[in-house]
């Protein structure tokens, strides 16, 4: 999931901190000292996030355009000018640019805007952006909701008592419940300082950008993964089942099925599963992250020498054609293959699929797909050449029986036809 | 046939990339929407009996007959004829996109209501539907017209509604303390012939009124349930020709409870036309116009010409063009005077093969508009057959790209779609940069086979289910099994390196053993036995060990013990299973002696080891090299001096002599220290010698080139319990 990271440069962003120390911080300071916090556990943990920066006052721009290039990040927020006043709404529209130009209109993202709570005054300023809401022509509808799934995180250098005193905390919340009402608001507690701050940020990567760990099970064989980007909990039916489900930390391995009897099933979402050595104590949580900083080098050695599991299963799935059949929690499932890119780089992948005992209707129900060894006889054939896929209706379709529909008056004539040896026309 | 295959780098470069998620419609999270039940009423009072006047034609055969032959006058069909057509075709559509749990319950009133089926997904197909219409038979114009009413069907409707679905049932009675999360809903659909406006108002009071009657009724059952919403659509239908006595009303909103909405239509193709809108609209479905399929006439196979075939499906297909505004440009085009709106997507080559894993975000039921038209089910069949067929879309810069697939799964087809943006997983790092991914030696082809032997199957529902579990339970008890001892990489495993230990691998993992598998298991035992009273030479890795690695026996201990370790991960499964366990420690244990001379044997191993420790390792290793280069030699010869070995009377001493006879020589010398060019010297000449004569017993087998004598006559001790074992068998 993409992060677009909005940050207000307005004056106000300027102000003084009052602080009792000798040094004196603006607001603006603080964010950065957050967002560099940010960057930094990115750069550790989430490599491989795709995060922009886009600064806004009254105009916005974009600063960096999508990268995991965290250094040109960092960069760009030590060179930050100061501008005018805040305006929201051009910022939104701005990353609605942002995002669909790189992504598309499908790709979920997230956003986290970096704000100081004076949410602008007069013309532009979110206050009014919201009071004019209904009354805008097409072509100037307010940017949220996104037409892309959205999280979005308000990180306020302001305390919740500073946002009450005016309107501004309900403006955010409704700017929130606007954006579609997943992400959350931050704001500062007890004294504005480089720690509440710290603080702050903390809580927004425990939330948005922890890495997600878990165990591959295949019987006794097993891994350490991450899994690349977190899955997110699922929804399945807001009315009867409205408790979202979340991906199990165990991952086990179901069985096996050839890739052409699974034949491109749809997906809610792929990741990567990138196996990781088993976390030493007191250590940091990057040991042994598919991507490791230079200087762990020699553990990342040690650890590509000792045989990992996902590399093994890796290596059969890819030379078999196959895909194994994970479960993810109760009657939720995905599958893991091979993936290679263009670069002829391979990978082990994991895609969900969508929540429910019956996914794909050609396995049937996947609670009831047992051994091959319970068979009477191997339905596969002792040569591979049957397969037990796909499991057929119970009823045919129209278009699978001889059905006739004789609204039309051709068709009827048609029909006659057919006892006269009507030409059939055929795809080569 | 083919297009010029221009797409073909393009087409490539997409299935290799990677992409996220798509947006969930929130529109289709609620499993007891107004569309999980529909009731249809047909009127079937005698002025159904009524003509449509449109006419259809069946003299088209004029031309080729003779001359002198009356033609056959234009018939046409009864109001009746119509309704039931239009409605089933509107049944087919629905039943092709949502084979489950969106449910019509067909009503036919006249003096007195029929209910054709039940809400039962048994109940819920065309075909049951027709039969049942074919006995209701055309309306009876001679029926007293005073006692005839669709309100009787209507009021019917309203129970119905009320009736639990199977599935409403289930979610119930899983739910338990918040089964009022179950709602009901449902929608009438009515197609009948209205006097004026205030009949239509009538009918919708008295539904009212009905319902509020229902729902009191139901609050006291357990089998029925109050309606929290229904939706009348109510269909006038006239003849051709004649004035609409009923005006068409856009949804209004009669009670909390009840939403209508009337459509005043001409009987014929006008019906069908509404049916057809009103389909989609009501099950969220979208229309797709798969544009320039290439096709041949069967009797002029060398002509082609270009088809046009529209499907039906789940809006949710086309999300992405909605989302982006790029519905224009997508190819959209309005036909039907502006009624219904179709996406055009262009058939491509080349195809896709089913091997290949497409990123796809969602997959999609369809069912053909015109099922019975040659274009349509020419590519209806061509996709049964099991092909796929890529689908590109128009863009307005003339740039293309591919955003759909057509296929069938099991006599289904589906509207596949594929990611067509930037991927987030871009780039990854690979495989072998990540943790294991040095190691080369993984049994990659050995956990192949492993998962051919995991693959899943479908197990009927009925088929017994030991202990109460699923298959799928089971199948992952059946991984535990396989995998309780599953070394990962070639250099940790011997057994898994021999044929010879096939069989009693792949039978030991079963969950029960006949009498014949214990037989296969011990012979396999005993096939190992053999071996190495052969001294047959074993699989086993030399990286890791330095040099040569083990000795034979050592070699045999470390395989016995892996065996062993094997057994035992199953032994405590059954009582078969132990007894194959019992039988690798009984044959594998040895006479006192032979155990006795095997840690001799590694107390020398320990004594050449030492010298390495010294820091003497260059020497050594050349030492080393040579010896290696003599053992691969030696080792020829000792496979031809088998056959002299096999003979039982040979004596057993003897087998170890070529190897044991470098072997002896040098831990004496090495013992004392660095190894000298003339410790090399005269060892290469020793062993070069050696090779030309047949050495002494005595000696070959001496410990620091001491001999024991008369040894034969207790490695004939040796030999009983080998004769033992063979007994037992």
């Known amino acids: ?428 | 046939m083919f297009r010029p295959c221009t797409l073909m780098p393009l087409f490539l470069l997409l299935c290799t990339l990677v992409y996220p998620t798509p947006n969930r419609d929130p529109s289709t999270m609620k499993m007891f929407s107004v569309a999980h039940k529909t009731a249809f009423v047909v009127d079937h009072c005698p002025y159904m009996a009524e003509s449509s006047r449109q006419q259809v034609e069946c003299d088209v055969l004029t031309k080729s007959r003779a001359q002198g032959v009356i033609p056959l006058a234009p018939v046409s069909k009864s109001l009746w004829t119509c309704a039931v057509e239009c409605s089933m075709e509107y049944c087919r559509i629905l039943y092709d996109v949502y084979p489950l749990n969106k449910l019509i319950n067909y009503i036919v009133s006249d003096s007195e209501f029929h209910i054709l089926n039940t809400w039962r997904q048994e109940d819920q197909s065309t075909h049951e539907l027709m039969s049942a219409l074919a006995a209701v038979g055309p309306p009876n114009p001679r029926e007293d017209p005073e006692c005839c009413s669709v309100l009787h069907g209507l009021v019917a409707a309203v129970e119905s509604l009320c009736k639990l679905t199977e599935l409403q049932h289930e979610q119930r009675t899983v739910l338990m303390d918040t089964a009022e999360r179950v709602a009901n809903r449902g929608r009438i659909i009515c197609l009948t012939n209205a006097k004026s406006d205030t009949h239509v108002r009538m009918l919708e009071d008295c539904i009212q009124e009905t319902l509020m009657d229902q729902n009191k009724l139901a609050a006291g059952s357990d089998r029925l349930m109050a309606i929290q919403q229904c939706e009348l659509v109510l269909v006038h239908i006239f003849p051709m020709g004649e004035d609409a006595l009923v005006s068409d009303r856009p949804k209004k909103e009669i009670s909390p409870l009840l939403t209508s909405e009337v459509h005043s239509v001409r009987a014929g193709r006008h019906l069908a036309t509404k049916l057809n809108i009103l389909v989609q609209q009501h099950f969220d479905l979208a229309s797709t116009t798969i544009t320039n399929i290439p096709m041949k006439e069967e009797q002029h196979a060398n002509t082609s010409a270009n088809y046009d075939v529209e499907l039906l499906h789940h809006r949710d297909a086309h999300l992405e063009f909605f989302k982006s505004g790029d519905l224009h440009m997508a190819g959209s085009t309005s036909r039907d005077s502006g009624l219904k709106e179709t996406v055009t997507l262009k058939w491509c080559t080349p195809r896709t093969n089913s091997v290949e894993l497409h990123y796809c975000t969602g997959a999609y039921r369809i069912s053909p508009t015109d099922v019975n038209s040659r274009p349509s089910s020419c590519l209806t069949n061509f996709l049964l057959n099991g092909r796929s067929v890529l689908l590109e879309q128009p863009r307005k810069s003339g740039s293309k790209v591919i955003s759909h697939m057509l296929s069938s799964h099991g006599g289904e087809i589906f509207l596949h779609v594929l990611n067509s943006t930037r991927s987030t997983l871009e780039d990854p790092p690979s495989i072998s940069e990540g943790c294991g991914g040095r190691v080369t030696d993984y049994r990659i082809t050995d956990f192949g086979e492993f998962m051919r032997e995991n693959r899943l199957t479908p197990v009927a529902e009925t088929a017994p289910n030991p202990g109460g579990r699923f298959p799928a339970d089971r199948a992952k008890a059946q991984l535990e099994r396989y995998t309780r001892y599953w070394p990962m990489i070639i250099s940790q495993t011997t057994i898994f390196n021999m044929q010879a230990v096939v069989p009693l691998a792949n039978l030991i993992v079963k969950e029960a053993l006949s009498e014949e598998d214990v037989l296969t298991c011990q012979k396999t035992v005993y096939n190992l036995v053999d071996m190495e009273r052969k001294n047959d030479p074993l699989p086993i890795s030399t990286v890791g060990s330095r040099g040569k690695g083990p000795k034979r026996d050592e070699q045999y201990r470390i395989m016995w013990n892996e065996l062993e370790t094997l057994v035992k991960t199953h032994a405590a499964g059954s009582e078969r299973h132990q007894r194959v366990l019992d039988c690798i420690v009984a044959c594998r244990s040895k006479p006192p002696e032979e155990e006795e001379r095997k840690k001799r044997g590694r107390k020398r191993e320990d004594r050449e080891e030492r010298p390495d420790k010294n820091g003497t390792k260059e020497p050594e290793d050349r030492a080393w090299q040579d010896s290696e280069r003599l053992k691969g030699a030696l080792e020829k010869e000792e496979q031809e001096s088998e056959v002299i070995k096999d003979s039982p009377d040979s004596p057993e001493p003897l087998n170890k002599k070529p190897r044991l006879a470098i072997e002896e020589v040098q831990p004496s010398e090495k013992a004392k220290g660095p190894v000298s060019l003339l410790a090399l010297w005269t060892n290469r000449i020793t062993v070069a010698n050696s090779r030309k004569h047949q050495e002494f017993a005595g000696r070959t087998s001496s410990v620091n080139n001491k001999a024991e004598l008369y040894q034969h006559l207790k490695d004939d001790n040796g030999m009983d319990v080998h004769e033992n074992g063979k007994a037992s068998r």
């Not at chain 1, 942002?98 to 100081?116: A, F, K, N």
């Not at chain 1, 799934?149 to 305390?159: S, W």
């Not at chain 1, 992250?289 to 799935?317: D, I, R, T, Y």
């Open chain 1, 1 to 428: 999931m993409p992060t677009v990271v909005v940050m207000d440069v307005s004056l106000s962003m300027t102000r003084p901190v009052s602080l009792e120390s000798s040094e004196e911080f603006q607001r603006k300071n603080l964010a950065v000292h957050g967002l560099t916090m940010l960057f930094e556990h990115m750069a550790a943990n989430y490599r491989l996030e795709f995060t922009s920066l886009v600064a806004f006052s009254s105009l916005w721009e974009l600063l960096v355009p999508f990268t995991r290039d965290y250094n040109t990040l960092q960069e760009a927020l030590s060179n930050l000018e100061d501008y005018d006043k805040t305006c929201i709404e051009s910022a939104l529209n701005g990353v609605s640019n942002v995002v669909q130009q790189e992504w598309g209109s499908s790709c979920p993202c997230q956003v986290v805007l970096v704000t100081d709570g004076s949410l602008g005054i007069g013309k532009g300023s979110l206050r009014h952006s919201l009071q004019t809401l209904k009354q805008r022509a097409d072509d100037k509808k307010f940017p949220l909701p996104f037409p892309f799934p959205t999280k979005m995180f308000i990180m306020c250098v302001a305390n919740s008592e500073e946002l009450q005193t005016t309107d501004a905390m309900d403006n955010l919340e409704e700017l929130l419940r606007l954006s579609g009402g997943d992400g959350q608001i931050f704001t500062m507690e007890g004294q504005l300082c480089l720690k509440s701050v710290q603080a702050m940020f903390g809580r927004l990567i425990d939330q948005a950008y922890s890495p997600f760990h878990a165990v591959l099970h295949c019987g006794n064989l097993s891994s350490d993964v991450q899994v690349f980007p977190r899955p997110e909990p699922v929804v399945v039916d807001d009315e009867v089942d409205p408790m979202p489900r979340v991906v199990n930390t165990d991952l086990e391995i179901v069985g096996f099925i050839e890739v052409g009897d699974i034949s491109s099933p749809p997906v809610t979402s792929r990741h990567l599963v990138l196996p990781i050595a088993v976390i030493k104590e007191a250590e940091d949580v990057s040991t042994g992250a598919a991507e490791e900083p230079e200087e762990e080098v020699s553990a990342s050695q040690m650890a590509g020498k000792s045989p990992n599991f996902c590399v093994l299963l890796h290596g059969s799935l890819k030379v078999e054609g196959m895909v194994a059949l994970v479960q993810l929690g109760p009657d939720w499932y995905g599958m893991l293959y091979s993936q290679a890119d263009s670069k002829k780089k391979s990978n082990l992948m994991m895609s969900l699929f969508e929540p429910g005992p019956e996914p794909l209707p050609w396995l049937g129900k996947v609670a009831h797909l047992g051994p091959i060894s319970e068979a009477a006889e191997n339905p596969y054939g002792e040569d591979d050449s049957k397969s037990p896929f796909p499991v057929q209706p119970s009823i045919k379709r129209s278009y699978a029986q001889n059905v006739t529909v004789w609204i039309k008056a051709t068709c009827i004539l048609l029909h006659r036809l057919t006892f006269q040896r009507r030409p059939r026309p055929s795809i080569r």
